[in-house]
DNA sequence: CATACTTTTGACCATTCGGTTAAACCATAT
DNA sequence: ATATGGTTTAACCGAATGGTCAAAAGTATG
């Protein structure tokens, strides 16, 4: 009973969320949603009241699956650079098991703005500027980064890993068509990407102090620094949702 | 006659290209065109048969837009240096007018991957490469940038530059929280991002034959690379395609 | 004005969509 | 076995959608 309920609406969710992946929130029928889970298309109805409520269970899920790739990167104990490295590998690799995702989030963000809105407002930006601050005092100085280019910073960083899986579908065909493979150019990314940011902020002109040599380098593993993305859990009871 | 014929065909164009990019091709209504246009809505199969066949035309004129934008940067005579920093300088400033269209054609792209191969045949990326080897072969050499290496630095200068329209819904949210202001990060970003690409490209352990000094620096001036967007013309006579 | 043509419209159509309902189903507790 | 409660279904509904059509309106030419 309570398994052969969750199962159906785990399979719902799961249909959902390939459905609304794919063709997003206007695409999306609730038919295919259905047949993809092999179920009534009433039932659908049953455990999520209407279209809306289901897709904003699969959003805020999938959300919730970025931003906690994001954050946890910046609390650890590491140099800067180390953190950048690991986190071009780590999330890059992420993306790679879900390549639909920033298209999908991307895309859904800009056609409904407040779906955002609300959703950030429980996300403390500050205090991932705060904690970069604290933890890095020195290095930040040292490559002259002030706070005001923190955001760029971060976007740049943000976009290089984001965007070949963004654009996906034009890099596919523009690299097939000059002989580079598009799998390929993803694994040579991550070192490339940390490297050229790396570059990028110890540049010439730029990280004025730089004589002084790094003070550690604590060694990083694969998982000390990423949590696991929190499951969302899902309300129990019959229904979603109000 | 002629006159109020390309008026409605324009107005209805328009209208459509509005809709489109605020909606997306499932999301917009054919009713919402017309109504926009100020027409009835059977007008619109007057001209464009059916709603893709309207799509279609919206579509590729905003993808030569957007690709007339990239290419021509790369044919002129000048330091790549000062390419890079004409380039960001010209393509964010022509973004912050079409704002909306990275995450238009990002998004109908990863929905319809047909279109842009369809689209892409036309488009000779390997002119690119090759006009990019002749043009600038020492300063590669002297970079250590490889050929196989050029889709990493084309996809990062991309990324960055197109990333911040891409993700304008949340970047708005977060940055207002913080402090920033989007259109002040735009701003600054048109000089940070060429002072970040062009660092990462000579940093340390990276343009080891650095010593030599550039050998000249002919100042560029705003139009001098880029051509205006062709305009894709549209097929005249009364009906378009098939 | 009469003719011939294109442009524009209002009414209409078939289909599909998200959503509802009442009844059937099924497992358990009494 | 039967009453109880959640689960699942087939059938149905009204609204909206993309699209059609025949007639009206407009325009140029004789």
Redesign the pocket.
């Known amino acids: 009973?309570?398994e052969?309920?969750k199962?159906?609406?785990d399979r719902i969710f799961e249909s959902a969320t390939e459905i609304f992946m794919e063709k997003g929130m206007d695409g999306?029928?609730?038919?295919?949603i259905?047949n993809h889970a092999?179920?009534?298309?009433?039932?659908?109805?049953?455990?999520y009241?209407?279209?809306?409520?289901?897709f904003e269970a699969v959003f805020e899920k999938m959300a919730a699956v970025v931003f906690s790739r994001f954050t946890p990167v910046f609390d650890e104990n590491a140099t800067l650079e180390e953190k950048i490295r690991f986190f071009f590998r780590e999330h890059i690799s992420f993306l790679q098991k879900n390549p639909r995702l920033p298209a999908f989030i991307l895309n859904e963000i800009n056609r409904n703005p407040d779906r955002m809105k609300k959703l950030l407002q429980r996300f403390s930006i500050n205090e991932v500027w705060d904690n970069l601050e604290r933890l890095h005092h020195d290095e930040l100085i040292r490559y002259n980064i002030t706070r005001e280019m923190m955001p760029q910073l971060m976007t740049s960083i943000a976009a290089i890993s984001i965007f070949p899986f963004a654009a996906k579908g034009i890099l596919e065909v523009l690299f097939e068509k000059s002989g580079y493979d598009y799998n390929d150019y993803l694994e040579k990314r991550k070192d490339f990407a940390a490297d050229f940011v790396i570059r990028a902020i110890k540049g010439p002109d730029h990280g004025r102090n730089e004589k002084e040599q790094p003070l550690e380098k604590p060694s990083l593993h694969k998982g000390d620094l990423l949590v696991k993305a929190q499951q969302t859990s899902g309300n129990k009871?019959?229904r979603k949702n109000i």
């Open positions: 009973m309570t052969v309920e199962q159906t609406e999306a029928r609730m038919k295919d259905a092999g179920i009534n298309k009433a039932l659908l109805h049953y455990y009241r209407t279209k809306e409520h289901l009871g019959k």
